[in-house]
């Protein structure tokens, strides 16, 4: 099933990617539009709970704060803790982040697993940036917040590393480029690289599903296709968005396509 979640001032939620640890709005603001997205997450079957430690996600924003290297993100505030929060209520025992710059992209993942704000130990927690001057400044963020040597991070093509890989995906993380003017549209074929690999339940989180819709058509048309994902639900909490998409077990599908909306606001194009 396809769902829309809209928090009310979404639209005017701004942040400066310059200036990513700045306050926006009072914190119990921000923690009740992170509630509302997940309690629709819940409710189209994507997640299975809406709780998360918030002394642990604190303890990792601190961290990140305190010591990331951030030349500039697109990861605001509200989206840093709503990507934690699902990661930390799903607990992926593999977690992918494809496209993740300097790193701050993959923390916000990996942190329910790594450093001081982690409530797991997952598998294996993998960030992938192919430029590789990032993909350094990333693998020296993650370390200055990770002395057990959780997080894994390789310059390279996510592509290419994604179609070695022999190990199943429970989490999929996409924020990737791609080359000569594909930007954003390489999203479906790094999902579908990933695809075979993720069992029934296993997540996709698409940053950019609000301010880059029209380049992710044929993504949305993967991920709200009901034969291979459950749930799809676009999440718009700010200018970026994250469409949030479990994959269906094998007997799932074949029926005719439904449509639901969750809606405060103007009505946006699909």
């Known amino acids: 099933m396809r769902s829309t979640h809209e928090a009310p001032n979404w639209r005017t939620y701004k942040m400066s990617y310059s200036d990513p640890h700045k306050e926006l709005e009072p914190e119990g603001d921000e923690i009740a539009v992170v509630d509302g997205a997940l309690v629709t997450l819940r409710d189209a079957g994507v997640i299975d709970d809406v709780s998360y430690d918030h002394a642990k996600f604190d303890a990792h924003r601190a961290a990140v704060r305190d010591n990331f290297d951030i030349p500039w993100t697109a990861i605001t505030p509200r989206m840093q803790r709503l990507l934690y929060a699902i990661n930390a209520i799903h607990k992926p025992e593999v977690m992918i982040a494809v496209g993740i710059f300097c790193g701050n992209t993959y923390i916000s993942n990996a942190g329910a697993g790594v450093g ?81 690999k993720m069992p029934a339940g296993a997540l996709v989180i698409a940053h950019n599903s609000v301010n880059s819709a029209r380049d992710l058509a044929e993504y949305f048309a993967l991920v709200r296709d009901e034969s291979e994902f459950g749930a799809s639900v676009n999440v718009f909490i700010d200018g970026e968005g994250i469409e949030v998409s479990r994959k269906a077990p094998p007997s799932a599908g074949g029926g005719r396509k439904r449509t639901a909306s969750r809606r405060h606001g103007d009505a946006l194009p699909p």
């Open 116 to 196: 001081p704000g982690a409530v797991y130990t997952p598998r294996r927690s993998v960030g992938i940036e192919i430029r590789t001057e990032e993909a350094d400044r990333a693998r020296r963020n993650v370390a200055s917040i990770d002395p057990d040597g959780v997080g894994e991070i390789h310059g390279c093509d996510g592509i290419e590393w994604l179609r070695e890989f022999d190990d199943s995906v429970d989490l999929l993380y996409i924020d990737a480029d791609g080359r000569d003017g594909q930007g954003k549209r390489i999203y479906r074929e790094i999902a579908e690289t990933a695809l075979p």
